[in-house]
Antibody
Framework: QITLKESGPTLVKPTQTLTLTCIFS??????????VGWIRQPPGKALEWLAL???????RYRPSLKSRLSITKDTSKNQVVLTMTNIDPADTATYYC????????????WGQGTLVTVSS | SYVLTQPPSVSVAPGQTAKITCGGD??????VHWYQQKPGQAPVLVVF???DRPSGIPERFSGSNSANTATLTISRVEAGDEADYYC???????????FGTGTKVTVL
């Protein structure tokens, strides 16, 4: 059974750096083809893909946010971390961690999401 | 950047068929995936690779994709199908995963 759970701050000040952690179970990021990603959803708005990291440490980023994003993995801890710099109120959203298989891909398992509010 | 356009809302009576479209330039050349999102919940994959269903998704959910429009069809609609639905593709030109604008399905 694949599960993913996001954790991180609920409130972040503008210009700060946001760090989100995804802890997963039921699969290994050492398995060929597997990827873990992040998708966000501003309140009342559509889904927006942010980043993906694959079993072979291949990393992909949303082109418009590439300069602000960093994704890393720790396979021994079954953990993926997303870092977003220079946070802005427009980054207020629910952030979801996702499981994928193969590339290019779809997102077949999702975490429950964590709401991050950016405000001074 | 690649844009996927969906109707904001679709209304359907119970037992009828709902069709949700997803328009994009030559979308027929892409694999399209569909997600269902109920209020306050995470999205759930309901169709992948245009027409395949994950385990546990009812056969009432089906998909098609051709030319400039992909379609998610929900047959014999139930009250529990009321949700937002999003299409998604991978844009090879920009290496970007793109979601549609979303469609709210209301069961009358």
């Amino acid at each position: 059974q694949i599960t993913l759970k996001e954790s991180g701050p609920t409130l972040v000040k503008p210009t700060q750096t946001l760090t989100l952690t995804c802890i997963f179970s039921g699969f290994s990021l050492n398995t060929s083809g597997v990827g873990v990603g992040w998708i966000r959803q501003p309140p009342g708005k559509a889904l927006e893909w942010l980043a993906l990291i694959y079993w072979n440490d291949d990393k992909r980023y949303r082109p418009s946010l590439k300069s602000r994003l960093s994704i890393t993995k720790d396979t021994s801890k079954n953990q993926v971390v997303l870092t977003m710099t220079n946070i802005d109120p427009a980054d207020t959203a629910t952030y979801y961690c996702t499981h994928s298989w193969a590339t290019p891909t779809y997102f077949d398992f999702w975490g429950q999401g964590t709401l991050v509010t950016v405000s001074s | 950047s690649y844009v996927l356009t969906q109707p904001p809302s679709v209304s359907v009576a119970p037992g009828q068929t709902a069709k949700i479209t997803c328009g994009g330039d030559d979308i027929g050349g892409n694999s399209v995936h569909w997600y269902q999102q109920k209020p306050g919940q995470a999205p759930v994959l309901v169709v992948f690779d245009d027409k395949d269903r994950p385990s546990g998704i009812p056969e009432r959910f089906s998909g098609s994709n051709s030319a400039n429009t992909a379609t998610l069809t929900i047959s014999r609609v139930e009250a529990g199908d009321e949700a937002d639905y999003y299409c998604q593709v991978w844009d090879r030109d920009s290496d970007d995963y793109v979601f549609g604008t979303g469609t709210k399905v209301t069961v009358l």
